[in-house]
């Protein structure tokens, strides 16, 4: 399985941007890069996916290294419910075939106000 | 994006017994997958629901516990069977969205506690 890395915890200031790191030294060629988050008794909520090029979307930032071993989720002002476990997942193909995401443990991203 | 509907949201049940969860979905959907959440830890994917045939299992999961129904495009369950107290988690269902350009979207789960 394609495997990332991504620091335990965060702190981040309420108003402030927050650049969440992620690395993923063995990424394939064909692999996506997906971060989604979850807030406390939720399920996880897609926040953005790329494969190559930087992508924007009202939520987010995602900027992919050009060797793409490694990517930073950017939330350009943090608010209080920014607080969450953020997962970077490759999107990869299981041993029967079919596409899945395979969690890590994610960053826990504490918001202070 | 899609919407999920799970049920039940959460339940207690007694040890030896099983549960049937539900994932309802608002649109026809290819993929659709189930997680389990143990208390403070990441998702695993238990299985992929494969409509009109066998679902596919990960390691460390099988049918005769995990029994999973798709009979169509909107629709799974997930059985836990024989339940002990080490099945306490929390169980998820999800969908791989085409026309997210494959984004996924999660159901907000059941909590399941076994006594």
């Known amino acids: 399985d394609a495997k990332t890395t991504q620091p335990n915890s965060m702190e981040s200031n309420e108003e402030e941007p927050v650049h969440l790191p992620c690395n993923h030294s063995t990424i394939s060629g064909t692999d996506y890069i997906h971060w989604y988050r979850q807030l406390p008794s939720q399920g996880p909520e897609y926040v953005i996916h790329g494969l190559t090029s930087n992508v924007n979307n009202r939520m987010a930032s995602l900027a992919i290294a050009e060797d793409r071993k490694s990517s930073t989720l950017i939330l350009h002002r943090a608010t209080l419910r920014d607080a969450a476990v953020y997962y970077c997942i490759l999107r990869d193909r299981s041993g029967a075939g079919s596409y899945q995401l395979t969690f890590g443990k994610g960053t826990k991203l504490s918001v202070i106000p | 994006s899609a919407v999920i509907s799970q049920k039940p949201s959460r339940d207690i049940c007694q040890r030896g017994t099983s549960l049937t969860i539900q994932c309802q979905v608002d649109?026809?959907?290819?993929?659709m997958f189930w997680y389990r959440q143990q208390p403070g830890q990441s998702l695993t994917l238990i299985a992929t629901a494969n409509q009109g045939s066998e679902a596919t299992y990960e390691s460390g999961f099988v049918i005769d516990k995990f029994p999973i129904s798709r009979p169509n495009l909107t629709f799974s369950t997930l059985t836990v069977s024989n339940m002990s107290p080490e099945d306490s988690s929390i169980y998820l269902c999800?969908?791989?969205?085409?026309?997210?350009?494959?984004?996924?979207?999660f159901g907000s789960g059941t909590r399941l506690t076994v006594v």
């Open positions: 999800s969908v791989e969205e085409m026309d997210r350009d494959y984004g996924y979207t």
């Open positions: 649109s026809q959907v290819t993929m």
